[in-house]
């Protein structure tokens, strides 16, 4: 385990259904990211929290909503996704102060939208 | 803006060769350079990063990379592969343009050792 939990490993979900991602570090980092890892495509940043404020939204579609209800848990809420939206979902935590040197990513969430 | 880019989607290398794994970078700025490793099914693992300390970096698992301003570019290597080196890897620059120092990925060498 890195110190990046993401729950659930798998999901599967029809485009009217919601649900959502839970990412979780006990590494005390200050700053948590969302990625999108999509098949023959580079990792695209989709959010940034950072002390649990959203610094960066990366034009990403309002069916993804994300959440940060404190500095060790950040979620995902997905709604009326589309098909192109099936990816590898990645999470990551840094601690700001000390640079980019400290990333450290979950496992990812594999997301298929049917 | 910034950018890497990964110059070979696919590498295939013998057991006890050397991997040699090449990205070239673009960068207004003096770069901050990573390389991560993806093995299947798992997250992304850091190996090294360049912040302008030494050109030449060493990472874990017996990886290195040389930086070269010169040639804009961070390749990655080591000397001998062994089996368990079979993964995705990804070279990444840091993105200053993020608020919170997000990252910009290449699009991956896939790394395959042959026995």
């Known amino acids: 385990e890195t110190g990046v939990t993401q729950t659930p490993r798998h999901l599967v979900m029809g485009m009217t259904n919601k649900k959502s991602l839970k990412c979780e570090q006990h590494l005390g980092h200050n700053a948590m990211y969302w990625y999108k890892q999509s098949a023959k495509k580079p990792l695209e940043l989709m959010f940034v929290?950072?002390?649990?404020?959203?610094?960066e939204n990366n034009s990403v579609p309002s069916r993804f909503s994300p959440e940060c209800p404190n500095s060790s848990h950040l979620f995902l809420h997905l709604h009326t996704l589309q098909p192109e939206d099936s990816a590898l979902y990645l999470c990551?935590?840094?601690?700001?102060?000390?640079?980019?040197?400290?990333?450290?990513f979950g496992s990812g969430t594999r997301l298929t939208v049917v | 803006a910034q950018s890497v880019t990964q110059l070979d989607s696919h590498v295939s290398v013998s057991e006890g060769t050397p991997v040699l794994l090449r990205c070239n970078y673009s960068?207004?700025?003096?770069?901050?350079l990573f390389w991560y490793v993806q093995h299947p099914n798992k997250g992304l693992q850091f190996l090294l990063k360049y912040t302008s300390a030494a050109t030449l970096v060493k990472g874990i698992n017996g990886f290195e990379a040389e930086f070269k301003k010169s040639e804009t570019s961070f390749h990655l290597t080591k000397p001998s592969a062994h089996m368990s080196d079979a993964a995705e890897y990804f070279c990444v620059v840091r993105s200053t343009s993020w608020g919170a120092d997000g990252l910009t990925f290449g699009k991956g060498t896939h790394l395959t050792i042959q026995p």
């Open positions: 929290y950072n002390f649990k404020e959203q610094t």
């Open positions: 990551a935590s840094s601690q700001v102060e000390t640079g980019p040197y400290g990333y450290t």
């Open positions: 960068s207004s700025y003096s770069p901050s």
